[in-house]
């Protein structure tokens, strides 16, 4: 079985300022890693996914992640975020055999002030 | 493409009674469809899996007699909550799986919102 934990209940920051959102795994099999974005009351959104080859994966919105196999981590970064950044941030890893089903970390909430 | 919708957003319901929610793929087919709930700051939890044309696989503690899935098409899928009390109060998002595309991609519904009074 897989397991996430994302190290921060929630993160402020000021906009334009760089962020990153920490994400740590567990695994006994290889995996697929997995960000997403949620705004208020709206299902989830795929930012970016690791599934093999390079270990930083660009996304949407300016956002990127590096996969680090020796830390387990996954963390997502920006370099300058604005406020419509403001949401909860997800991240997910899969067995990357089977069923391919994620597991989801408690989510990190992004807060950018003005 | 690869849109999910649910329908409706929100509903509020008296206790005890039953609530229909539907997860639709409009411009792909999807064998395989997911629930989750996520109550308020909390994660998603994966409900069950629902295959086109079988019966839903549960997770450990969901019961199954109590939201009932139906997968009668490759782009519909149905979740019943049954005699709704308080307690199932939450945000249900479904997500289907693309056929036609690697089995490692979801897509995600914009979610239903229940309150039960």
């Known amino acids: 079985a897989q397991s996430v934990t994302q190290l921060d209940s929630q993160v402020p920051v000021f906009e334009e300022a760089p962020v990153e959102l920490r994400c740590n795994y567990s695994?006994?099999?290889?995996?697929?890693l997995f960000w997403y974005v949620q705004y208020p009351n709206q299902g989830l959104q795929l930012l970016l996914k690791?599934?093999?080859?390079?270990?930083l994966v660009k996304g949407i919105n300016g956002f990127e992640a590096e996969f680090n196999k020796s830390q387990t981590s996954f963390h997502l970064r920006k370099p300058s975020v604005h406020i419509s950044d403001t949401a909860e941030y997800f991240c997910a890893v899969s067995a990357s055999g089977g069923s391919y089903i994620p597991t989801f970390g408690r989510g990190t909430s992004l807060i950018v002030h003005p | 493409g690869a849109v999910v919708s649910q329908h409706p957003s929100w509903v509020i319901c008296k206790s005890g009674t039953s609530v229909k929610i539907e997860c639709r793929s409009l411009?792909?087919?999807?064998?395989?469809m997911f629930w989750y709930r996520q109550f308020p700051k909390q994660s998603l939890m994966l409900m069950a899996t629902?295959?086109?044309?079988?019966?839903?696989?549960?997770e450990q503690g969901v019961e199954k007699d109590k939201f009932l899935i139906n997968h009668a098409s490759l782009t519909l899928s149905t979740l019943t909550v049954t005699s709704a009390h308080p307690e199932d109060s939450s945000f249900y998002i479904c997500?289907?799986?693309?056929?036609?595309?690697?089995?490692?991609?979801?897509?995600f519904g914009p979610g239903t919102r229940l309150t039960v009074l």
């Open positions: 411009d792909f087919q999807a064998t395989t």
């Open positions: 690791y599934l093999s080859g390079s270990t």
């Open positions: 629902s295959n086109e044309g079988s019966k839903a696989t549960y």
């Open positions: 695994s006994s099999v290889s995996v697929y």
């Open positions: 997500s289907a799986r693309d056929t036609q595309k690697p089995i490692n991609e979801q897509f």
